[in-house]
Every structure is written in C-alpha cells, then in structure tokens.
C-alpha cells in the first residue's frame, strides 16, 4: 500500500505537467474585444464549441465556479466594473484553448479625436467647434457617448463648460470678440462611466472686420477739377475767369448772382463783391 503512493503523486505530477503544457503551447488567438453596460447580463459562447462541449473557463487566470455555465456558454448577470477582464475557454481534458474574450465593462473611453475650433463669419462672439467620436470606441450607434467641452480665451485662466447629451459639434456664443480661445472636449459613457481624458487642444479666434481700404483717394479742398475752372473750398467762383466781353459779364453775373443767393448771405456777398471786382476789369 505505502508503494502506491509514490505512484499516485507521479501521477498528479505528471496530470499538472501536462496541464501547463497544454496552456503554453495552445494556439494563442487574438482575443475577441466586447464591450458591455454596467448592470447587464452577458452570455459568452466558447468560440465554435458544441452547446454540450466539456470545458473549463478562466478568467485572469483563475477558474471560474461550473455553476456559471449553460452548457459551454459562460453566464454573467449584473455586470460590475470588478467583471472585466480576459476570459479563456479551455477543453477540460486536454486543457486546449478555445477561446478568449477581453470583456469591457463600463470603462473610461479615450479622449475624442479631430478636435477643430473655426471663427463663424460676420460673427464676432461665435465659434463653431468640432470633433470626432475617439475611434477606439465601438459602434457608437450602440454605445452612445455624451461629451464635455470646456474653453477660455488665453487671457484668462477661468474656464466656461458645456456638457453635451449627444452630437459633435457645439457653437460658442459669448467669445470675446478678437481673443485667442483654447478648447477642449472630453467623452463618457452615456448611461455610465468615467470620463475620459481631456482631448488634445484647438486653438481659435472669433471672426474680425477687415479694416475697408478706399479706392480713390478724396480730392483735396481748392485742387483743379479735371476738364473745368477752379473752385475754392468755399464755393466761390471768384477764380473763374470771366471774358471782357460786357454782354457776356453781364450774363455771368446774372448766374453768379442767382448761385450765391441760394447758398446764403455770406456767399452773396463774397460773390457778388468778387463779379464785381472783375467786371470793373474790363
């Protein structure tokens, strides 16, 4: 009796030795990637094993109790953050590796992507922000992400926050018109999580009037009028020059006359003393 037990312990040895070398020279597949919400209940299959398929699952390394099992599948119900992890499907006599899953239970998403801040035309308070949904993320259809915009303009160290249910895009309505704004997004789980970390920054500054630049040039007071006599910033005409003839001075005093009258006393005056004193030139 006392021989038999050297034999037995070779043999527990040598079930074990066996064991471990079936785990290290499985083939190691790429794990499958779910993901799942906290407080669901998940059914894991064994990769392409029958229903009623002998097997043994892992998770992390440590056996998982048999009375989680529908067959071969793996029930999970109520899903907490403790639940993830790598999970491995092994044929229970020759330990060979069917299957692995690496289960994501309400975990912090990465930053959003393409983060991009643009001045909205003839608007100076306004700036339209973008971004994308971080590509790591699966079937935001399915898993929908609310997102979290934070901005401030470079003078200041105070930052404004908008949360934001669902959509990429957010327009800001009270920049300061003129400053440079910084602004970033965060993303999280829309029924729960934590949120991610802060996006990389965009850089902005609210739309601005191009100052109008004049495509003439304004003609300075008593300059020469292309192709006519030339006329005092005051609306004289006592630089015109008047003919010697005395029926044609006699006509322009006349229009002399009538032009100042409209224009007050003062260019009466100052026209008529001026028709005056040519005149008597002739």
Request: aromatic residues 8%.
């Amino acid at each position: 009796m006392a021989a038999s037990v050297p034999w037995a312990c070779c043999a527990v040895l040598a079930a074990a030795a066996a064991v471990v070398y079936a785990q290290r020279h499985s083939p190691q597949e790429t794990p499958h990637v779910q993901y799942e919400r906290l407080g669901s209940d998940v059914t894991l299959p064994c990769g392409t094993a029958n229903w009623d398929a002998a097997v043994t699952w892992r998770v992390n390394g440590t056996d998982l109790a048999p009375d989680l099992l529908n067959g071969s599948q793996l029930v999970l119900r109520g899903l907490e953050l403790g639940h993830s992890g790598l999970y491995a499907c092994f044929h229970r006599d020759s330990w060979h590796l069917r299957h692995q899953i690496l289960l994501h239970v309400g975990l912090k998403p990465d930053p959003p992507e393409n983060v991009v801040a643009r001045p909205v035309p003839s608007n100076p308070r306004r700036l339209e922000v973008t971004w994308q949904t971080p590509s790591t993320w699966p079937d935001p259809e399915s898993f929908p992400l609310k997102f979290f915009l934070r901005y401030r303009p470079l003078i200041l160290d105070q930052w404004q926050h908008v949360e934001l249910s669902d959509g990429t895009t957010h327009t800001i309505t009270d920049a300061y018109a003129g400053k440079e704004y910084i602004i970033q997004v965060a993303a999280k789980d829309n029924e729960i999580g934590t949120w991610s970390d802060w996006s990389v920054a965009a850089h902005a500054t609210p739309w601005t009037e191009e100052p109008r630049h004049l495509t003439t040039e304004a003609q300075a007071p008593g300059e020469p009028t292309p192709g006519g006599p030339s006329i005092s910033s005051q609306g004289s005409l006592c630089s015109v020059w008047l003919p010697h003839s005395r029926s044609v001075q006699s006509l322009l005093f006349l229009v002399l006359a009538t032009w100042t009258f409209s224009g007050g006393a003062a260019g009466w005056g100052r026209g008529h003393l001026c028709a005056s004193g040519e005149a008597g030139t002739a």
